[in-house]
DNA sequence: CTGAAAGCGCTAACAA
DNA sequence: TTGTTAGCGCTTTCAG
């Protein structure tokens, strides 16, 4: 409670030597003896010195921290990726530090600047919105800055993302060609990239199968409500006699399969599913869904890496990756 | 690029004012007028000035950032717990700083350490060790720090938690009660708490029903490769020809149902599972499993409201919330 | 090898 | 209502 904290200073007068040369030896400077060092880091055990790191960010210029802002931290592929670049971040000395945006706009608006008056040192953001004015303001000034997930390709700046038209439009046909008729799909945020891009694929596996695009059959979900309208909008499309239904992202499908097994048991041999994003329960659980995987490692460690380069100032040339997902059928 | 950063001191003299009253103009303070707010705001506008939180918190003594450190912030449970609190803390003006320590101890310590250096006002912590030697030094530095999920009941500090050795016990009980003769466990470390709790209850269901405790059928899950590992231990037991099993958490459950359908379709119905916290998949997916959901919205807001309370001074006492789990009979 | 001095950008007592 | 002044704790040139 009424401890005082020891600073540098206190070492310093304990030694009768000056603060910068404390601050050399605990920096551990080739230019300090090791008698000094070795006094002054017994000194500073003695007195339970806590560098503060507040004081020497400010002083350098860099807090060393980067910051991963994403629409839902807990959602799983949101998760993973975020650990990994944590524990490659680490290595070089930077802290993560997370923010969830809900995919509300204004939040991450919010969210972004005062992260920035924290003076980060990168981003890596799954922004809701493409081409929002504080991202290009970002760009422009040429902040290290990793988009992902949520770009479109032609955006400015750098990011990694995977593929998602086509990828879509293959898993869509992989269930025309297992024999189904009537197709519905279920999306968050159909308007926003990349949800548009997923939604075109499917649409255009449709086309090219001479099906016709009923708009009626493809659903919105509300993504402040994801399980309870999902639901809703499965009952819908049940009723409408769908024989196969696609999914945008892993959240829905999960749900809908939670859906399909307590409430429509009967249906769970006959439906066939596709989602974007791979879970491992895909690989046993009923209806039988195909996926698109996402390579979430390689997308983690890209990330990682990019952004270390970019604060390293070793590259200044935008970095632009587009990773091929895995199609998994069954 | 060459940008020149807008400082406070650029504002001032624009206006020939001093740093001070362009400070207190910014926080909205009462004393500076109207006028002067006004032109303040304008020219910090045409400036572009962005504040610098750094400095702000160095001098304040605070850096608005709590921690949360935990073994795996992948994990679903973590994951969404950080969600939370991280939401709450930031309507308070608190950043979230995320770290996992992988269940190593070591990686814990040097973490903590290093957060602490960071100046954190807050730690919200599921530590590997219980009692360790860095955390019985923040209770007695009387550091904000709420512990969670890995707590020893008679541990000094603020924690919550929830209750681990009944409850397990209630869940083997009811797979005894489903008619289940031989039982086998699975757990990762299984020394450390709370599993050593929840294995201790495993085995006190056995006792009381006259079951042998045979602690062969007891396997040790590898934490640094829990799929391959749970596997392997699955397979050992079905082997020993066990008709039920119980696990210590979600993460090999849930891997023990996926290595159920892919190799052991055929016992799907016979094998009866039970299992330390709940997944919605759960609630279909085969074997049956009956599990122990912990109240994790109800945790998550008791960690950040007692965190938020201690770093206001607003309680120094020290408390303890032990939450009773809700067991899922399926 | 060590010291002196300046300052990172901001805030807050104390004055006026 | 505004200014003066001091300093949060640390690093780093420039001297010696």
Known sequence: MGEKITTIQDIADRLKITRSTVSR????SPRISDKTKKKVREIAKELNYVPNTLASNLRKGKSFTIAYVVPDISNPFFAKIGRLIESIALKEGYFLLVGST?????????LI????NRQIDGLVLASTKVNSKVVKNLVDRNFPLILFDRVDEKVDGNYVLVENEQS?????????????KKLGLLSITPELYPLNARIAGFKKALE???????TDLIRKVDNNNIKESTHAEMAYLIEQEVDGVVFTNNTMASQAIWNVNMYYKDLAEKLKFASFDNLELFDYSLPKITSIAQPIEFIARNIAHMLLDLMDKKEMQVKKLVLEPNLIKR
């Open 208 to 214: 090219s199968n001479h099906f016709e695009i009923n």
């Open 113 to 116: 600047n005062n992260l920035m």
């Open 168 to 180: 879509m439009q293959k898993a869509t046909e992989s269930l025309i060609l297992q024999g189904c």
């Open 25 to 28: 030896a605990l920096s551990d």
């Open 102 to 110: 809900d995919e509300d706009a204004k939040k991450e608006e919010a």
